[in-house]
T-cell receptor, first 115, second 111 residues
C-alpha cells in the first residue's frame, strides 16, 4: 500500500538554528499539505500545494517558515530560525484532489524539539 | 479560534462497551465531516466520513451520527476493543477551504 514518506522522523535542534523537513507524497497525488500538530491538539494546516503552486499559506509564519514543491512531487518545509514554540509534530499529507472531499493520507510525521 | 469543539478530552471504556465522542461546529457552510484515528508515532488515518445530507453512516463497528439542526456530530464505536485505543479527531471542511480539526479524544479500552 502506497504511503506518504517523511524524513527525518525526529529532529532536535537549538533555537536560532535552521531545520528542514522532507515529504514524498503518494505517487499521483496532486495536492500536498503540511500540518503542524502541537501536543494535545489537532493538526493545523500550514500550507497547501496544488502541484507546484501554493493554494493556501495563510497560517504559515512567513517570517521564519518557507515551503516549496518545485517539481510538483516532493516537498520541503524549512524553519529559520527555529524558536522554542516551534516544538511540535510536523505532518505531511497528500490527496488526489479530484474533489475537495478526497481522502487526505498522512505521513508518520517529523517530531521537532527545539532546545 | 476553535471552529470544531470536541469532547470528551479522554475516555476510558471497558472492552465490549460503546465509545462515544462528540463534536460541535458553528460554520453552517461545512459540508464534509471526517473522523481520523491516530496511533502513537503515526499520522492520522481516515476512519469514516459523512456529508450533511445523511443523518447516519455506519462502517463495521464505527458509526457517525449527524444532527444538522443542532450542528453536532458524533462517533460511536460499538464493541470497543483494546486495539481501538488511540486518539480520535473529528474534522470539518467547507468547499474550497481547509480541513479543520477538533482537539482530539484519547480513547483507552480496558481489557
Amino acid at each position: 500500500e502506497a504511503e506518504v514518506a517523511q524524513s527525518p522522523r525526529y529532529k532536535i535542534t537549538e533555537k536560532s538554528q535552521a531545520v528542514a523537513f522532507w515529504c514524498d507524497p503518494i505517487s499521483g497525488h496532486a495536492t500536498l499539505y503540511w500540518y503542524r500538530q502541537i501536543l494535545g491538539q489537532g493538526p493545523e494546516l500550514l500550507v497547501q500545494f496544488q502541484d507546484e503552486s501554493v493554494v493556501d499559506d495563510s497560517q504559515l509564519p512567513k517570517d521564519r517558515f518557507s515551503a516549496e514543491r518545485l517539481k510538483g512531487v516532493d516537498s520541503t518545509l524549512k524553519i529559520q530560525p527555529a524558536e522554542l514554540g516551534d516544538s511540535a509534530m510536523y505532518l505531511c499529507a497528500s490527496s488526489l484532489a479530484v474533489a475537495h472531499t478526497d481522502t487526505q493520507y498522512f505521513g508518520p510525521g517529523t517530531r521537532l524539539t527545539v532546545l | 479560534q476553535q471552529q470544531v469543539k470536541q469532547s470528551p478530552q479522554s475516555l476510558i471504556v471497558q472492552k465490549g462497551g460503546i465509545s462515544i465522542i462528540n463534536c460541535a461546529y458553528e460554520n453552517t457552510a461545512f459540508d464534509y465531516f471526517p473522523w481520523y484515528q491516530q496511533f502513537p508515532g503515526k499520522g492520522p488515518a481516515l476512519l469514516i466520513a459523512i456529508r450533511p445530507d445523511v443523518s447516519e453512516k455506519k462502517e463495521g463497528r464505527f458509526t457517525i451520527s449527524f444532527n444538522k439542526s443542532a450542528k453536532q456530530f458524533s462517533l460511536h464505536i460499538m464493541d470497543s476493543q483494546p486495539g481501538d485505543s488511540a486518539t480520535y479527531f473529528c474534522a470539518a471542511m467547507e468547499y474550497g477551504n481547509k480541513l479543520v480539526f477538533g482537539a482530539g479524544t484519547i480513547l483507552r479500552v480496558k481489557s
